[in-house]
Structure formats: C-alpha cells, structure tokens
Nanobody, 127 residues
Framework: QVQLVESGGGLVQAGDSLRLSCAVSGRTFSSYAMGWFRQAPGKERAFVAAISRSGDVAHSSDSVKGRFTIFRDNPKNTVYLQMNSMKPEDAGVYYC????????????????????WGQGTQVTFSS
C-alpha cells in the first residue's frame, strides 16, 4: 500500500511563494509518476502539474505555467510543487497523487488515471 502525505500549505497573499511537499511511503517511489491537483470550494478537482517516474518529463496546466514547478527527489521519496507569483485563484486544497503508469517518461493529467491520493493541504489567500 502506498501512502501520500502532503504538507506546506498555509495562508498567502498575492505574489507570495509557497512550496508544497508530498512524502510517499514505501521503497518504490521511483516506480510512480506523480501529480498535483487542486480543488476550490464548489469546483471539481483540477490538474495542476505532473512529473514522470524518472523526473525527466514534467507538465503543468496553462493556468500555472511559468509560475509553478513540479520536481521530485527520488532518494527522499518526495515530490514538490514550488508555487511562485501566486494569485487568489490558486487557493484551494492541493492533493498529490501517484500512479505506476506505463514507463519512466510518462506523465498523467487526469484524476481518474491516478491510483493513490493524499489527504490534501490547504492553501488560503488573505485579503
């Protein structure tokens, strides 16, 4: 069983930076492609960014491209989401997810493609 634990959420203002972490249990972290999703109140869970097993391929949604970066540290069993130049529309609960997938250089953007999910970490904007 794979367990994912997100951390790093908090209260931010427009223009701030924040780094989310997702620690994954088990010894086969490098076997999983990883993704970050977010869910705002009353909205569906939306894709933010994804990264391949090896970390050589990554992709982010148009809404965060150029501001957010996903990266992973396989020896530390952790995937990160670096969020810069944050905007109020970035608020929500952020979830990380894992899937074995097909190969070392694939990433996945659909929530239904993932097998394991964390409990989420909240990002809130102060007015």
């Amino acid at each position: 069983q794979v367990q994912l634990v997100e951390s790093g959420g908090g209260l931010v203002q427009a223009g701030d930076s924040l780094r989310l972490s997702c620690a994954v249990s088990g010894r086969t972290f490098s076997s999983y492609a990883m993704g970050w999703f977010r869910q705002a109140p009353g909205k569906e869970r939306a894709f933010v960014a994804a990264i391949s097993r090896s970390g050589d391929v990554a992709h982010s949604s148009d809404s965060v491209k150029g501001r957010f970066t996903i990266f992973r540290d396989n020896p530390k069993n952790t995937v990160y989401l670096q969020m810069n130049s944050m905007k109020p529309e970035d608020a929500g609960v952020y979830y990380c997810a894992a899937v074995r997938g097909y190969g070392p250089s694939y990433y996945y953007t659909g929530p239904a493609e993932y097998d394991y999910w964390g409990q989420g970490t909240q990002v809130t904007f102060s007015s």
